[in-house]
């Protein structure tokens, strides 16, 4: 192969590896998307396999259409002319104008888009059971499966990062919720009434830590903090399928550090300050014992460095949480995994 086209090639593939699926704007660029899948195939010199963009294009289109109720049609899909159009501009943009698809019409369509692409368009037969919805992909499509798989990836690591957005203002995360519902005999509304009043909790007990430190009752202050932690932990390791036998902070980071392959960080700092707890508490007695002025000068300052230390780690342990929150269900296909392993 000629070493200026090998060179190209590698440059796209960098470019695909890297691509920006959906934009700022939470829009997905419909024709680029669809010349670039299509450019995927020529890559991997199966282009005569790829449907015309102009096809891909379509299909998406027709499926939201279905899909859609009252005014939801003009809400998902928007274009917006270009003003600059040359026509260098026709492989990509054929009509003088971009399409937009916003996440909000995707998500209801993306694996049925995906999927129809391969069986509907490109006519490969349908699996005898149900799998992976771009399973058709051959992985030694090196640039399609490439590009495919790593929309899957984008697309659901967006949504993760949206959901952690917008859970301080709903309240709940919408993966937690999933996840428990599926996981509970409770159904979604129920589950996430359940979450809400959790966090609701939590974020009251966090106001008392803040205002027990503010009045110097700073062993109050600890004491508290280590409920909040012991519970996130708790909660944590009831989602992974662990039921712990108490709320016992050292038994919850000993198994949480047995459940995580990484991010160890936290639990670390968390077993650090639960040694400084414990001399606080402690200490509030071995300081009446002792010399008065010194030690409880001592015990003083002491106190309020390990209830600053607890209220910032309880912050800490919130933002941890919401990260493993969002992904108790997974979403990532592994090369080996069974269909139904993910969405």
């Given amino acids: 192969m000629n070493k200026g086209i090998l060179k190209e090639q590698e440059l796209f593939y960098e470019f695909i590896k890297n691509y920006e699926y959906i934009e700022d704007n939470g829009r997905l660029d419909l024709e680029a998307f669809c010349v670039n899948l299509s450019t995927c195939f020529a890559c991997d010199s199966i282009l005569e396999l790829s449907p015309q963009p102009r096809y891909m ?13 009252s005014d939801e049609m003009s809400l998902w899909v928007q274009t917006q002319n270009l003003v600059d159009w040359e026509p260098i501009h026709s492989n ?25 692409i391969g069986h509907a368009l490109m006519e490969i037969p349908e699996p005898g059971e149900p799998g992976k919805y771009f399973a058709w992909v051959k ?6 499966y490439t590009f495919i798989n790593g929309f899957h990836n984008f697309f659901f690591n967006y949504l993760k990062d949206f959901d952690k957005g917008t859970s301080s203002k709903s309240g709940y995360s919408l993966f937690e919720t999933l996840h428990k519902s599926t996981s509970t005999d409770m159904d ?21 830590v803040e205002k027990a430190i503010e009045s110097y009752f700073y062993l109050e202050a600890v004491t508290l903090s280590e409920c909040i932690i012991s519970n996130c932990l708790y909660n944590y390791l009831e989602a992974k399928g662990i039921a712990p036998s108490s709320y016992n902070l050292n038994k919850l980071i000993k198994l949480s550090k ?15 300050w639960r040694a400084q707890r414990n001399k606080a508490i402690h200490g509030f007695v071995e300081s009446a014992i002792e010399n008065m002025t010194t030690s409880q000068d001592e015990f003083i300052q002491f106190s309020k460095s390990a209830a600053e230390k607890g209220h910032e780690l309880c912050k800490k342990t ?3 949480y919401l ?13 080996s995994d069974k269909p139904d392993q993910a969405i």
């Avoid at 294009?57 to 109720?69: E, R, V």
């Avoid at 992985?139 to 399609?144: E, G, K, L, R």
């Avoid at 990260?323 to 090369?335: D, G, H, M, P």
Wanted: with cysteine.
């Fill in 92 to 116: 990509m943009y054929p009509d003088k104008y971009r399409t937009y698809i916003h996440v909000a019409g995707l998500i209801h369509v993306l694996p049925h888009w995906i999927y129809n």
């Fill in 258 to 272: 047995d459940k995580l392959d990484n991010q160890l960080d936290l639990m670390d700092e968390l077993d650090v």
């Fill in 318 to 320: 919130f933002d941890w």
């Fill in 57 to 69: 294009y379509d299909l998406l289109i027709q499926m939201l259409s279905d899909h859609a109720q």
């Fill in 323 to 335: 990260n493993c929150a969002v992904n108790y269900i997974e979403t990532s296909f592994k090369s």
């Fill in 188 to 208: 979604f509304d129920e589950a996430a009434e359940n979450i809400k009043r959790r966090n609701n909790a939590q974020k009251y007990a966090l106001e008392r």
């Fill in 139 to 144: 992985q030694d499509w090196t640039f399609v």
